[in-house]
């Protein structure tokens, strides 16, 4: 798969009248910023940068947002894949502030990555 495909893929807006896979799961803090409002600004081979403006209903969500974020603020999101080997993946995330670059949060995931049978 090509970058673009995946950029595109993040960038969908969705539409009122057509369902998502996305939608028939329950509501959980995530899937609003997930499907609306992320912007890709940089996608690269092991990284990926995406941006979003803080709408008022994720600081309802979230109280950390509340506390570290004004509303209508601009929040860069850049992930980047420490290694990827056969079974393990790692990635480090980090959220701050477009326009001063100031550090919001971090994170890491490790992840399993499950290994195709040969049989």
């Known amino acids: 798969m090509?970058?673009?495909t995946i950029k595109n893929y993040l960038e969908k807006p969705a539409k009122d009248d057509e369902?998502?896979?996305i939608h028939q799961l329950p509501?959980?803090?995530?899937?609003?910023?997930i499907v609306d409002g992320v912007r890709t600004d940089l996608i690269e081979?092991?990284?990926?940068?995406?941006s979003f403006t803080v709408p008022p209903r994720l600081l309802e969500y979230c109280e950390y947002f509340a506390r570290g974020c004004n509303c209508i603020e601009e929040i860069e999101i850049e992930a980047k894949a420490l290694?990827?080997?056969?079974?393990?993946?790692?990635?480090?995330?980090?959220?701050?502030?477009?326009?001063?670059?100031?550090?919001i949060a971090q994170g890491r995931h490790?992840?399993?990555l499950s290994v195709s049978?040969?049989?």
């Open 2 to 4: 090509d970058f673009e």
């Open 19 to 21: 369902p998502t896979k």
């Open 27 to 33: 509501l959980r803090f995530f899937d609003p910023l």
């Open 45 to 50: 081979r092991g990284r990926l940068i995406c």
């Open 83 to 103: 290694r990827v080997g056969k079974s393990i993946a790692v990635v480090s995330v980090e959220l701050r502030k477009k326009e001063s670059g100031k550090i």
């Open 110 to 112: 490790t992840k399993y």
């Open 117 to 119: 049978s040969k049989l």
